[in-house]
């Protein structure tokens, strides 16, 4: 590793965060982006604001309300707009509402939902042509009433650039927590995930649920240990056979059971944490692109810029640029 000091992180411009609390919101939901996105100790652009379709009270769906400080002028100023989920989710948000909304879209701004806040999305028209996702239980019914929209039940999240769209609570967090990783980095957005107790990365492909109980061979145990053994030697070769070893069961148990917990098959969380790995040594040091990839267990910088280019839609070498600034 070079003597020479880490680069600078490069400054980012002020974000404009609006949260758009409507009427009987849920409050789990809202209290997702109003965590992740207030302001921190973390070095994070975001200026957040909740905003209703007027200032004032806003009811929510646990018999409380929360108070605004601002009308929908925050959606036409923002850089990103949350929509939170809201009940009953198949009552259409009002005109102005939903006015502000396609504006929004029309501007630029990015337009994040958090579990039912896609039915606002898409009564906004901002999904049409698009994929996105919302709590499984809810996936049908906005499939019916928005044909013109590719829904896909069974992710976490999915992210289409401008618009992003997310299933229940948890997976809400994992969006977030994903916006923070594409605006700010991987090393800012794991320390976020610390003070949470969250889960630092989760694909937005994985499963939104476990459609089956844990096998009875597995004595209600998880292969959490293994994961972790895994994560201190990305930089070894690991197999399935290898990491089945590690939990003293056979590869084909090893892989069911891995599924079962997380949703991916064991080579598709280890390429993932291999390329969370890589994100973290661009952004915060000055190792080459050999080096990189040596450390994070990809082998070589083809196969580093193969992986980035299919799965992060730029170069290790640009993503570098983007989360650095260079040295004085």
Known sequence: MSDRPSPAPAALPPHDVAVLVLASVLPLDLGIPAQILAPR???????????????GPVPTTAGFSVTVGAGLEAVRRA????????????????????????????RGARLVSICTGAFALAAAGVLDGRTATTHWQ?????????????????VLYVDE????????VAAGIDLCLHLV???????????VARSLVAAPHREGGQ????????????????????RS???????????????????????????????????????RWLLAARLNRARE?????????DRVADECGLGSPSNLRLHFRRLLGTSPSAYRTAFTAPEN
């Open 181 to 191: 990783r594409r605006d700010v980095g991987v090393k800012t957005a794991n320390r």
């Open 281 to 289: 040594l661009l952004e915060h040091s000055d190792l080459s692109i």
């Open 161 to 168: 650039g401008q618009v992003l769209t997310s299933a229940g």
């Open 41 to 55: 100790e973390e070095p994070t652009p975001y200026r957040l604001t909740l905003c209703g379709a007027a200032p």
């Open 79 to 106: 850089d990103t707009v949350v929509v939170p989920g809201f009940a009953p989710h198949l009552r259409a948000p009002q005109p102005a509402v939903l006015d502000a909304l396609a504006a929004a879209y029309a």
């Open 229 to 267: 053994w895994a994560l201190d030697r990305l930089r070894e070769p690991l197999s399935v056979a290898l990491l089945a070893g590690h939990a003293r069961v056979s590869p084909r148990t090893f892989a069911r059971r891995f599924v079962t917990e997380t949703g991916v098959t064991p080579l």
């Open 138 to 154: 809810n996936a049908d019914e906005l499939a019916a009433r928005y044909p013109r929209v590719r829904v896909d039940p069974g």
């Open 207 to 226: 499963a939104q649920y476990v459609q089956h109980p844990l096998p009875p061979e597995s004595d209600g145990a998880s292969l959490a240990a293994t």
